[in-house]
């Protein structure tokens, strides 16, 4: 079996964290963020490429690396969440 490129795998990457955990594009979001995440995220996707994970797992782990710096990736989850309350 072939083995994805580093530049597949960052793009595969980016569609499911797209798809599952932000309405905006994650370029958009990182440009709002200070470098230092832009660069966390970077060493994730290169981390979990060279130890051969899925793309989803590192879509998902992004995710938690910008959960803090982003209150809310995906339009509404704030007032959802507080109708819920």
């Known amino acids: ?6 530049k597949n795998y960052r793009r595969q990457v980016i569609q499911y964290f797209e798809l599952e955990y932000s309405d905006k594009p994650l370029k958009q979001v990182l440009l709002g963020l200070r470098e230092l995440y832009r ?3 970077r060493k994730v996707i290169r981390l ?5 994970k899925p793309p989803a797992d590192a879509a998902v782990y992004i995710m938690r690396v910008l959960r803090g710096p ?3 990736l995906i339009v509404g989850q704030k007032e959802e969440r507080e109708w819920a309350d």
């Not at 079996?1 to 580093?6: A, F, G, I, S, V």
């Not at 979990?48 to 051969?52: G, N």
């Open 1 to 6: 079996m072939e083995k994805t490129t580093l």
């Open 39 to 41: 660069e966390k995220v």
């Open 48 to 52: 979990h490429y060279r130890i051969e």
């Open 70 to 72: 982003c209150k809310s």
